[in-house]
Antibody
Framework: EVQLVESGGGLVQSGGSLRLSCAAS????????MTWIRQAPGKGLEWVAN????????WYVESVKGRFTISRDNTRNSLYLQMDYLRVEDTAVYYC???????????????WGQGTLVAVST | DIQMTQSPSAMSASVGDRVTITCRAS??????LAWFQQKPGKVPKRLIY???SLQSWVPSRFSGSGSGTEFTLTISSLQPEDFATYYC?????????FGGGTKVEIK
């Protein structure tokens, strides 16, 4: 069974840092794009960042560029999101999700982890 | 950035109704579109990819269509377990963007 489990969320002051982790199992992690998506309380979904299977490509939404860094460790089947200079507006549940296998184009965001809450206070 | 506009943003429907949700892209995205279902307090799940391909677990009452800028998600006969919020996603180009969501509520 494909499984994604996030950890590392919590309460942090504005300007602070957090590092999220996502442990993957049940599939060949090193063959897939991986992604972070967030959902602010009561709001819709927002894509945050993607990383290619070999870290050869990384993409970010404009609002987190220069502050967040996506990375992965294929030897540990793990995905990470380093979040620096956090802002109140970064408050959200952060989900990791699997992207397509390298070479495919359509199978984005399936499955999702259960999410981890990041709350940024003033 | 490509804007994804969903309509309606909310709707009330009865069990057995035919429901259609529309997603409009601000520029052509071919068929690089997916649909997701999110039930209250739950994690989103992908229903459809490539605009019209159903995930294996999705009942046949769901269907997706469209290409270019206009896409629809149709539920042919709404069931109690279908009350949820539905989101479209374009992955044609970065930044990847979701529609604002359509909340389907019980009438």
């Amino acid at each position: 069974e494909v499984q994604l489990v996030e950890s590392g969320g919590g309460l942090v002051q504005s300007g602070g840092s957090l590092r999220l982790s996502c442990a993957a199992s049940g599939f060949t992690f090193g063959r897939y794009w991986m992604t972070w998506i967030r959902q602010a309380p009561g709001k819709g979904l927002e894509w945050v960042a993607n990383v290619r299977h070999d870290e050869g490509e990384k993409w970010y939404v404009e609002s987190v560029k220069g502050r967040f860094t996506i990375s992965r460790d294929n030897t540990r089947n793990s995905l990470y999101l380093q979040m620096d200079y956090l802002r109140v507006e970064d408050t959200a549940v952060y989900y990791c999700a699997r992207g397509p296998e390298y070479g495919e184009y359509h199978k984005w965001f399936d499955p999702w982890g259960q999410g981890t809450l990041v709350a940024v206070s003033t | 950035d490509i804007q994804m506009t969903q309509s309606p943003s909310a709707m009330s429907a009865s069990v057995g109704d035919r429901v259609t949700i529309t997603c409009r892209a601000s520029q052509g995205i071919s068929n690089y579109l997916a649909w997701f279902q999110q039930k209250p307090g739950k994690v989103p799940k992908r229903l459809i990819y490539a605009a019209s391909s159903l995930q294996s677990w999705v009942p046949s009452r769901f269907s997706g269509s469209g290409s270019g800028t206009e896409f629809t998600l149709t539920i042919s006969s709404l069931q109690p377990e279908d009350f949820a919020t539905y989101y479209c996603l374009q992955h044609y180009t970065y930044p990847l963007t979701f529609g604002g969501g359509t909340k389907v509520e019980i009438k």
